[in-house]
């Protein structure tokens, strides 16, 4: 079980927008930056959002990360069929002294 | 092409070990953190180590603790988890991944940017 609680899964249609939410504590996205990562069927994964909001080189402006407290969201706007993926929160846990991942939601695209 | 590639995996019994390599190109592991990830095939990630960027600092999962040991080899450009005491639940695709780094700072905590396909570690 993962201290980063996240949906199972989510759906939408082309265009449409979808958030997913990550739940943490005080010891992890509460005193840490977030990372989102996007897992494709069968391939490594890559990395979204770093320090909670921005995007790496070569990430498309769709992926917008936030935080609020103990929470972090990634939304995906304008919703692609290349989209469908599993999404991965993380970030640093003080308490454990280790790096941690959320449980992860799959996105389908109807 | 900046590139990972991992190595060592096999079957192996309940309480045996294995160490894996995991070889960077197209870039030096110098200056650059190291995770160990694992992944049971239709199931979530979960991170297992960490060395920071010198090798001075190394964290690992509350799981593999004790019996895991991540180490580097600047002169070989690679990165090593030793894995002892291993158990059933250990079995898992093991991947590398460098470590983010936020213009020229690449914390241990920070996140991971390139990663490579994973060798397969099954204990039974």
């Known amino acids: 079980q993962s201290v980063l609680t996240q949906p199972p899964s989510m759906s939408g249609t082309p265009g449409q927008r979808v958030t997913i939410s990550c739940s943490g504590s005080?010891?992890?996205?509460?005193?840490?930056?977030v990372n989102w990562y996007q897992q494709l069927p069968g391939t490594a994964p890559r990395l979204l959002i770093d320090?909670?909001?921005e995007r790496p080189s070569g990430i498309p402006d769709r992926f917008s990360g936030s935080k609020s407290g103990t929470s972090a969201s990634l939304a995906i706007s304008g919703l692609q069929s290349e989209d469908e993926a599993d999404y991965y929160c993380?970030?640093?846990?003080?308490?454990?002294?280790?790096?941690?991942f959320g449980t992860g939601t799959k996105v389908t695209v109807l | 092409q900046v590139q990972l590639v991992e190595s060592g995996g096999g079957v192996v019994q309940p309480g045996r070990s294995l160490r894996l390599s995991c070889v960077a190109s197209?870039?030096?592991?110098?200056?650059?953190?190291f995770h160990w990830v694992r992944q049971v095939p239709g199931k979530g990630l979960e991170w297992v180590a960490v060395?920071?960027?010198?090798?001075?600092?190394?964290y690992y999962a509350v799981s593999v603790k004790g019996r895991f040991t991540v180490s580097r080899d600047n002169s070989k450009n690679t990165v090593y988890l030793e894995m002892n005491s291993l158990r059933v639940e250990d079995t898992a695709v093991y991947s590398c991944?460098?470590?983010?780094?936020?213009?020229?700072?690449?914390?241990?905590?920070?996140?991971?940017?390139?990663w490579g396909q994973g060798t397969t570690v099954t204990v039974s």
């Open positions: 991944a460098r470590g983010y780094c936020r213009d020229t700072r690449c914390y241990y905590f920070y996140g991971m940017d390139v």
């Open positions: 197209g870039f030096t592991i110098n200056g650059f953190a």
């Open positions: 060395t920071s960027y010198d090798g001075s600092n190394k």
């Open positions: 005080i010891s992890n996205i509460g005193d840490n930056t």
């Open positions: 320090n909670d909001f």
């Open positions: 993380a970030t640093w846990d003080d308490s454990l002294n280790g790096y941690v």
